[in-house]
Structure formats: C-alpha cells, structure tokens
C-alpha cells in the first residue's frame, strides 16, 4: 500500500498500521486500544472518513451484544485492560450500538471492586498487592473520566483527580521533580525502597504515561472544578522537571537521569509521550508557549533517529522498550540493568500510539498559526 505523501504524518502513520493489523488481531489489552484510539483521532481531526470502518471492525469481533468482551479477564483486577475502553464512547457515538455503552459498563464494574492502597489510590493489578504503578493512572484515568463525565458523576471524577495527586505526592522525587516508576505500601516488594516504599529508578515512559493522564483527564473535568488547579499545578511543575533531563538529540533516554551510563539508548515511547505533554499543555493554555521548543525536537529526534518508510510506503517505528514491569516471575528488579537489557521491538504500539497523538497535536499547532 503506497501512502500519498501529502498526508498528514499522523494519518499516514495510522494508515500504515490498518495496512498490517487487521480484523481478527486484536487483543484486549492497553496498546491495542491505544493505537486504534490515536488513529480515530487523528481521522477526526483531519476529516478522513477510511479510518473509522477499519477500528470499528478490529472491535466488532471482540464486543458482543450484552457488552461481553472476548479476550477481556475481569477478575484479574489489571489496570492495564481499562484503557482498551477508551475507543469505545466514539464507537458508540458514531454507531449507536449499545453493545459498546454495555462495555464500558462492564469495565466500570471492575473499577467499583478494584482493591486500593490504603492511601486510595487502585492496585496496579490483583497479582502487585499494594502497589501503585504510575502506568495505572494513564490506564484507568482518562476512561474513567469521561465515564463519570458522560454519567454527571461529579464523585467519581473527584475520585480520578485525587488518585492523580496522591501519586504525584507519593512518587515524587524532591531533588529531581521526576516520579519514580513505582510504590510499594507494604513494602514487601525487593525492589522497594525499606523507608520510602519507592522503585530505585525513573523511567520514561511510565512518567510519561502519567503526564499524558494529567492531560487527558482535564479533558473531562469542568472549568469550575475545585481541584481542577491542583492538576494544572502538577503539570506546570513536572514541565521544566521533564525537560532538564532532554538531550541534545531532543529525545530522553530509556532511565532520563543516567544518560552517560552504558547500556542507557535514546527511547521512543517516553519521547512521544513527553512531546504530546508539552504540545497539548500549551494548546491547552496550561503551560508557556517556551515549551513547544522542546516538543518539535522530541518529535523532530524520533523521526530522524527512528523513523523509517518501506519500499511500500509503509512507515516503521524503532527504538520502543517493548516492556518494563517490577517483581513477577522471573522477578524484574527495577535496576538500570534490568531498564536497559529489556528487548526493543519495532512497531510495537506502546510507542507507534503516542506517536501518533504527539504528530496530532503538532499537526494542531500547525493549523492554528
């Protein structure tokens, strides 16, 4: 499939994957939802019409008529499957099929019985008692947002914001501004930290993962909000955090802070994500106008270093850790060797998706000047 040139890169991109995921691929999980939302966007913003039969078909086999999702497993109480719900509101507004809302329904449903730390805040997964992982904020955070925002649940939304600005406080480090990875309550877990429950590094794209959940929360939270501020606030601090430890070639690395350690690349993910923050906090009117500098070189360093288009047209994407996690079996112990030797995978959607949203909003940038 030869892509026309003229398209906007995030169309193109979106294009390139529906040429190789097709109906029958997908499974329930976070980066496939991830991708399939961040293409329907893009179709939205740029009026293209292919794109919506291609998602809607990729979801049609999994969604039955009572809502039941194939694939889905409920009762491992895993944050990581809520966000695959994401793609569903658009699907029911532009199809009207209540199947969908029946969906959304049931991922609500693990949500309401989703065991929490004490200080409120949801387990990452049943399998990590007591641990908040800053990937679960993004996870549950934005669907859970417009699903309290589409039912007037005003507590339900209070309960989204609070769990963000409780990670933030617990997870902060106070001499670099940049959250840890992950929090252990119990302290039972190798990798925490004895006093202070914390992981022993930063890594990018669970940063980024949350900075995207600041964002696309507020999306949903009314300008009268009483702790619409708080959010704000958090993301005005954690941009000048974020963007000290940018490198020269305008991506971050794998673990931000440990640049000149061997092992450490240059990581496309966390570059998307944090290109995404910073152009979407300025289109928002949250963050200065400065910081669409260090978005157009994130994105401008992930298309020269990372970028490439096949002899069909089709676009590639490099440089993508394709997992980072703690404990499990064989236990993953959270130190810089364990951050650098997991295996990279090109194309893999935990980066091809927020890639996508970053071009988006540059593409939104470009249009509105």
Known sequence: MTQNSAMPLSLAIAKSVESYY???????????????????????????????????????????EDGTIATYREGEFNLDQINAGRALFPLYDKSGEERFIKACDKLRGQLVRQPRTKSGVYWHKEIYPWQIWLDGLYMQGPFNAEYAMRHNDGDELDDVINQLIITYNTLRDGRTGLLYHAYDESRGQRWSDINTGLSPHFWSRSIGWFCMALLDVLDYTPAGNRRRGELEDIIRKLAPSVAAFQSESGMWYQVPDCQDSVGNYLETSGSAMFAYFYYKGVRTGIL??????????????IKRIYLTRDENGIYHLDGICSVAGLGGNPYRDGSLKYYFLEPRKRDDFKGVGPFILALLESEMAESST
């Not at 980066?31 to 293409?39: C, F, I, N, Q």
């Not at 500098?293 to 994130?298: F, G, I, M």
């Open 22 to 64: 097709r109906p029958g691929m997908m499974l329930w999980h976070y980066e496939h939802g991830l991708v399939l939302y961040a293409s329907l966007k893009s179709a939205a913003f740029h009026k293209d019409e292919s794109v919506y039969p291609w998602v809607y078909s990729m979801y049609d086999r999994l969604i039955a």
């Open 288 to 301: 200065d106008g400065k910081y669409i500098e260090n978005a157009r070189r994130a994105v401008d360093g």
